[in-house]
């Protein structure tokens, strides 16, 4: 109901993913759709080399998307205008540019939770980072994300044009002040009054965000032409779930997203917490063993006695008890709609992709329910059987001994570990920069000891089971 020669860019985003295109690009669409803020359009921009094929890809198609959205019964197709152009991660001087265009208002980001470099046992910014050490020393040419942003930003400042908001879409406990604490630390590391200006006088949103995207294969992209006659380089398909809640705080300006069902709280800490644990964590909970087990979907996982046994049971004994409540939410009821939510047979999420990166993962999704059982003297037996299930798992072999390939930015290393823990299961949860404090409590180090072994001694589905007998 617009045409995109009528919208003009107040938004850069960077990560111009799956999630992104199903997500915050469909909210602006519906508002778009609305008649309303056609001054809110996106720009997409990126670092990594990928970025660049999918800028190509899109670019052929007038930057159009095409979103599946599925339920179990239906299937239905939108096309996406919301995005009008892409900068090439070939050319940092136009991102700078375009970062100090006073029509950006909000610089948004689905980096992934890697991106942040922020250490995850201390949850602080990691400043000995190389990729952070070469732009605290070269900022006029920067190579992350972050260095990109502080470039526009001192641009801006020297200038006189306002900040833009910076507005985190990735799934971090306090995303805003992960973003924050990076965008900071990084300054710091050049110019401390620059790295004060930012936490005085740049805003930064905690947000939770949730819909589950699977990643795009041949097989969408023949479903799209065969279901809905329409040719796509890139499709995106969903679930027909999405939520977004944001905390408002935008000082330059934002669309007005509450008429497309966003939801603007004080406080969004609690409604992150429910999403991180309980689908985040759950998807932790069935990954694992659904990939020791030779299981290729998130719904034939669900499918699976043991596996969803396993999930219903951690959920409700050690991941709802010691969340805190939501307001005008039930989380035992929210907790059944993520169970649904994975059953649904017609997204195909792949348990590879669950599994991946589980050293930037387990630490925010995993270990906080621990660490929490462990402060309210909860038994944290299921949730360490997940933590011995994802070392076996990057032991690198199935239960059938099919080999699994390398599922992580840090496999060697999470191999290598695996290896030694087989004989040594303490050697795993040593690593401090993932465990933290949780590594050295007693109960955990038995419990996953003990489940660790039995893994080993008595086989993936004969642990299980044990452990749903009790």
């Not at 059944?336 to 669950?354: G, H, M, W, Y």
Request: charged share 20%; glycine share 6%; proline share 5%.
């Amino acid at each position: 109901a617009y045409s995109q020669s009528d919208l003009s860019a107040g938004i850069l985003h960077f990560g111009v993913g799956n999630f992104h295109r199903s997500h915050q690009a469909v909210y602006l669409n519906s508002l778009f759709n609305k008649g309303l803020d056609h001054n809110w359009a996106i720009v997409g921009s990126g670092v990594l080399s990928s970025d660049e094929k999918m800028r190509v890809l899109l670019q052929e198609q007038d930057f159009l998307t095409t979103v599946v959205e599925q339920s179990s019964s239906k299937s239905s197709a939108l096309i996406t205008g919301a995005m009008i152009d892409y900068l090439s991660p070939n050319s940092p001087e136009k991102i700078i540019e375009k970062l100090v265009d006073p029509s950006i208002r909000i610089v948004s980001l689905t980096i992934t939770e890697g991106g942040y470099f922020i250490n995850s046992a201390t949850s602080l910014f990691d400043d000995k980072h190389d990729a952070i050490i070469y732009d605290s020393l070269n900022p006029s040419n920067p190579k992350t994300v972050f260095g990109l942003i502080l470039a526009g930003l001192k641009k801006r400042k020297e200038l006189g044009i306002a900040p833009f908001t910076v507005m985190s879409c990735d799934n971090i406990p306090h995303n805003g002040k992960v973003t924050c604490d990076s965008l900071a630390g990084l300054a710091k590391l050049s110019d401390e009054e620059f790295s004060l200006w930012i936490k005085e006088k740049v805003a930064f949103p905690n947000g939770m965000v949730d819909r589950i995207t699977p990643a795009t294969t041949n097989r969408e992209k023949e479903l799209l032409i065969s279901d809905f006659g329409i040719e796509d380089n890139w499709p995106v398909f969903c679930e027909d779930f999405t939520q977004w809640v944001l905390e408002d705080n935008f000082p330059n300006g934002r669309p007005a997203l509450e008429k497309v069902g966003v939801q603007f709280v004080e406080d969004v800490t609690p409604y992150e917490h429910m999403k991180i644990r309980i689908l985040n964590g759950g998807h932790a909970v069935i990954a694992y063993l659904g990939g020791l087990l030779d299981i290729k979907f998130a719904h034939e996982a669900m499918e699976n006695s043991l596996i969803l046994g396993f999930f219903k049971k951690i959920q409700e004994n050690e991941i709802i008890p010691v969340l805190p409540p939501v307001p005008n939410t039930d989380l035992n009821e929210y907790g059944k709609t993520i169970e649904s939510r994975f059953s649904n047979p017609k997204i195909a999420d792949t348990i590879v992709r669950l599994c991946y990166d589980g050293s930037n993962r387990q630490p925010k999704f995993i270990i906080p329910s621990i660490a929490d059982c462990i402060e309210k003297n909860i038994d944290m037996e299921g949730l360490s059987l997940v933590c011995a299930l994802w070392c076996k798992y990057c032991y690198g072999q199935t239960e059938n001994g099919t080999k699994i390939e390398s599922n992580d930015p840090n496999w060697e290393r999470l191999n290598k570990t695996a290896i030694a823990a087989k004989n040594n299961p303490l050697v795993w949860i040593e690593m401090e920069d993932i465990y933290g404090e949780v590594g050295k409590n007693k109960i955990f180090q038995e419990n996953f000891t003990l489940a660790l072994n039995s893994l080993w001694s008595k086989g993936v589905s004969s642990t299980i089971q044990e452990y749903l007998n009790k």
